[in-house]
């Protein structure tokens, strides 16, 4: 990344590419781009690809930082409202991801009292305001899914009917593989392994997914709550090899082990 980021350095210096603010008419084509990039920004600080910690603190607070400043100079862009409902919503969880010894802690064993209370109600009303005022996009209906794991007081009593319903309309509005992937394990939630698995299974074609550990940690999890031990700790191993994040290897390494007792 540094290099590219050097090279397009270069490439602007060499071009005697003038840096202004672009005129009033032209921020609405270039907004999706920034959108994107301070999403992806915040989706590489979540979860880190590779290295010992699970998620990098710079990454997330820089993109915070940016989801804030945009939606402070555009107030009325409603997907820059989203995108900040978004960031604010999942980051607030942050704390409850790891346990005390450094471990991964999933989202149904996370603490919720650890949850920052303060950036979720502020990301409930955000994401509030851009569906009350037609917003539809990608990052308002992954703020509403979101939401509904926020407003969950247990695990067990999230709705997960209300989120499959949501990831129906994210995966019209954004029909990318991991969008399907999660829709798949809602379903599977919501509706039961059985058909979360064959869900899966039907997305194990998909190239983009061929090399993505979560895709098999998915369907080690749904063959592991129906009980298919064996199958179950054959997935975990598969998603194992595909992961080089230290803390998600001893995670599974973990469950690994646990389909042996």
Not at 64 to 79: I, K, V, Y
Not at 137 to 152: D, P, Q, S, T
Not at 209 to 231: D, K, P, Q
Request: aromatic fraction near 6%; charge should be negative.
């Amino acid at each position: 990344m540094a290099a590219r980021l050097t090279r397009a350095k270069r490439k602007i210096a060499d071009a005697h590419i003038p840096f202004r603010v672009p005129p009033q008419e032209q921020l609405p084509e270039r907004l999706e781009s920034v959108l994107t990039v301070i999403y992806l920004l915040f989706s590489s600080g979540h979860t880190a690809t590779v290295g010992d910690v699970l998620f990098r603190t710079d990454l997330l607070d820089r993109a915070l930082a940016l989801a804030e400043l945009l939606h402070e100079l555009l107030p009325e862009e409603l997907h820059a409202t989203a995108l900040l409902a978004l960031v604010l919503l999942t980051d607030a969880r942050r704390e409850a991801r790891l346990g005390a010894r450094g471990e991964l802690i999933l989202l149904e064993d996370q603490d919720r009292d650890r949850w920052d209370r303060e950036m979720i109600d502020r990301g409930r009303a955000l994401v509030r305001e851009a569906l009350e005022s037609g917003c539809h996009g990608r990052f308002a209906l992954m703020a509403a899914i979101a939401a509904v794991h926020a407003e969950a007081p247990t695990w067990e009593l999230t709705d997960w009917a209300e989120i499959l319903g949501l990831y129906d309309l994210l995966a019209r509005a954004w029909p990318s593989p991991i969008v399907l992937l999660n829709r798949a394990v809602a379903r599977g939630l919501a509706e039961g392994p059985e058909i979360g698995l064959e869900a899966l299974d039907a997305l194990s074609e998909e190239p983009t997914l061929a090399t993505y550990s979560y895709l098999a940690s998915a369907r080690a999890e749904m063959l592991r709550r129906m009980g298919r031990l064996a199958e179950s700790r054959e997935a975990f191993t598969e998603a194992l090899m595909l992961t080089a994040n230290g803390v998600e290897r001893t995670f599974l390494e973990g469950r690994i082990a646990a389909t042996m007792r």
